[in-house]
């Protein structure tokens, strides 16, 4: 018998920041340096802005420039070489976004959308070559290039399938369309995926963000009080509807969680936070929860994710930022930070916060862990390109136990309940955290004994009975009773699962196949014998007469039997058997005068006859020579015997009767 324990494992994909979203730049003069791996204000931004804004760095965070959509900013703070007048507006909720050309170290693109009341809402980009004016870059001659006209204020990045090339990705003002652009090592293709979507909520302002793994995407139609989100295919860039979430009071900013679950929404009602892995459309619209309140317009803003994991969110004429510090767990679990970073002395925020392509975060690790049942140790693991990992468990009450530097650690924990469990993962000079909630479940008396191996006798079964109360059972034939009748030889098991606790049990069945047969009843005949013996392997033997041998030779008549062990398995089989004792005797050879004759008689009971001239009587007369046989049959016996009998003819002859006289002498 041998038992298990079921395994739950659990996974929990998060992202960690490249180094090109380490530096934001918005509002008014507001800035956050996040090199440190914590986000730190600065104070040397030129962006003068309500609303869009996007800023770049290297890939060692250092700045390289950033813009609101009219004039790029160099990693100086001066405007760039040929970089104003770009034909965006920065009233729009999107401004822009910036975009590293791919393959190349030293061209950007900086896409703009000029809202529906300025420059025509045209799309457009930009291109950008850091590696002119001594390394402060330059807007090159491909400048203000449109790609369409009558956009509207929102415009996001997808990474491509391939992981290489991009897509841009921006609706129509005037219809309903929204277009996909290509962007690959050989620029921007100029001619769009266009996905018609079917929605009666579209609006120009609130922003449209991609999930990190790029397979949605959702628009804050904030005039329409509606959002609309979409699946997206990163391989051919087409958008198909989703859902329409209806009655969200001015819906601006969206922020997705880190590993694309979850959605949040600033809105006029407060933020809110809807689970996306709650299947369906329904579901999701009755998952909404409501993680913190606001009390008029100046007190919502933007979303955005940052290289921390954390979200973050600013008000119009903020002296503060605030942050979703669990973003990917659900409900008053995600903590809603309200102020959690004071910008620095002088600067306030707008309403809006730098964009990034989706897959700005690339270096990506899983956190995960296995046994949930109280009293079993939980496992914990972390994948990935990672220097060093800290735990903790949230369990306080386990003391000096409660954390581990193990990059595999196992931890008991002290009582079942609830449990956020953190692990911060070190790459580098930042710190990565990500939480995982696990709950550890204690078992309602799950106990699981089916027996020991066992042996059953051919004909035999046994029942295998796994029973517990508010239980379910997987058995080895995928069979879901609490109990199983078995008769053939093989390997039994069984889970029992309760709850998130489970137990297995086996057993092994062998099955002794033991058959006996004398064969059918018989007959001997006068002095024949039949030797029984049934032949078989590794067992004892008692014939009816107390003998211990394999074999018994039979001569007489009776009923005989014999009984057969091996283990604990017994068969017997018993044979009648009848002996007749059969015999016929003509006599010896004979010789008969002439006129005599002889009764041939071989009478014996139940017998049949049949003489050599095919008479069936049980006597014969001779009265002539000859040889004479006889087969007498009694059931399967059969005995014969013969007789020659001789015929002496003797004669004589002394003449007919006749007179002599007296004295005459006659001679015969």
């Known amino acids: 018998m041998k038992k298990y324990i079921y395994i739950i494992v659990l996974f929990y994909q998060i992202v960690a920041a490249q180094n090109e979203g380490n530096i934001w730049y918005f509002g008014y003069g507001a800035g956050i340096d996040f090199n440190s791996g914590s ?124 992981g290489n090339d991009f897509w841009i990705v921006a609706p129509q003002y005037s219809s309903t369309s929204y277009f996909s652009y290509l962007v690959t090592s050989s620029g921007v293709n100029p001619t769009p995926i266009q996905s018609p979507i079917d929605t009666a909520g579209y609006n120009s302002i609130g922003y449209l963000v991609a999930s990190p793994d790029g397979t949605k995407i959702c628009a804050a139609n904030y005039s329409a009080n509606s959002l609309d989100l979409f699946d997206f295919d990163t391989h051919t860039g087409e958008l198909l509807f989703k859902m329409e979430v209806a009655g969200t009071n001015k819906p601006y900013g969206i922020a997705f969680s880190t590993n694309s679950n979850v959605l949040y929404v600033s809105s006029l009602d407060g933020y809110f936070q809807f689970d996306l892995s709650a299947g369906t459309n329904t579901a999701i619209l009755n998952s909404k929860f409501l993680i913190n309140n606001v009390a008029n317009y100046n007190q919502f803003g933007a979303l955005q994710l940052g290289p921390d994991q954390k979200n973050y969110t600013v008000t119009k004429n903020g002296e503060y930022v605030s942050s979703i510090d669990h973003p ?232 005989y039997w014999v009984e057969v062990n091996k283990d604990q398995c017994s068969v017997a089989d018993s044979i009648n058997i009848d002996v007749i004792n059969l015999d016929v005797n003509l006599g010896n050879d004979t010789t008969l005068c002439n006129d005599e004759s002889l009764v041939l008689d071989a009478s014996n009971r139940n017998a049949t006859y049949l003489w050599q001239d095919g008479s069936t009587a049980s006597t014969f007369l001779v009265s002539n020579a000859g040889l004479y046989w006889l087969e007498v049959t009694q059931n399967i016996c059969t005995v014969a015997d013969s007789i020659r009998i001789e015929v002496i003819n003797l004669e004589i002859d002394l003449g007919s009767d006749t007179t002599l006289c007296y004295g005459e002498n006659r001679i015969t």
Request: with cysteine.
């Open 328 to 559: 990917n767990l659900l409900g008053a679990m995600c903590h809603f930070n309200q102020n959690s970073l004071q910008l620095a002395e002088g600067h306030t925020s707008g309403i809006g916060l730098p964009s990034f392509f989706n897959a700005l975060y690339d270096f990506s690790f899983d956190i995960s862990s296995s046994a949930f049942c109280f009293g079993d140790s939980t496992s914990f693991y972390i994948s990935g390109d990672v220097d060093s990992v800290f735990w903790d468990f949230g369990d306080t009450a386990a003391g000096a136990e409660n954390t581990s530097n193990l990059t595999s650690p196992l931890h008991q924990f002290s009582a079942p309940g609830d449990y956020l469990v953190t692990a911060t993962a070190v790459r580098g000079n930042f710190s990565y955290p990500s939480d995982l909630s696990v709950t550890i479940t204690a078992p309602d008396s799950l106990a699981l004994n089916i027996g020991n191996d066992t042996i059953l006798c051919n004909g035999d079964s046994l029942v295998l009975n796994a029973s517990n109360r508010n239980a379910t059972y997987l058995w080895q034939d995928m069979s879901t009773s609490e109990s199983i009748k078995v008769g053939a030889p093989g390997l039994y098991f069984v889970e029992v699962t309760q709850n998130v606790c489970s137990i297995a049990d086996s057993i092994f069945i062998d099955v002794i196949n033991l058959e006996i047969d004398l064969g059918s009843d018989t007959t001997l005949c006068n002095d024949a014998t039949i030797l029984l013996g049934p032949a078989i392997d590794s067992v004892t033997y008692v014939w009816q007469d107390g003998s211990t041998d394999s074999t018994f030779l039979v001569s007489n008549e009776g009923l």
């Open 39 to 162: 986000p730190v204000p600065i104070s040397n931004g030129q962006l003068n802005t309500e609303e869009g804004c996007a800023s770049i760095s290297d890939e060692n965070g250092d700045l390289l420039f950033y813009t609101d959509g009219t004039t790029v900013y160099n990693k100086s703070h001066s405007p760039m070489v040929n970089g104003t007048n770009l034909l965006a507006d920065s009233s729009a909720t999107q401004s822009s976004i910036i975009l590293k050309k791919p393959n190349s170290a030293i061209i950007y693109y900086v896409f703009t959308v000029g809202g529906s009341s300025r420059n025509q809402g045209k799309l457009c980009y930009s291109e950008i070559d850091i590696s002119l004016n001594d390394g402060l870059g330059a807007v090159t001659n491909m400048k203000n290039i449109e790609l369409f006209s009558d956009a509207s204020e929102k415009i996001t990045t997808i990474l491509h399938s391939n």
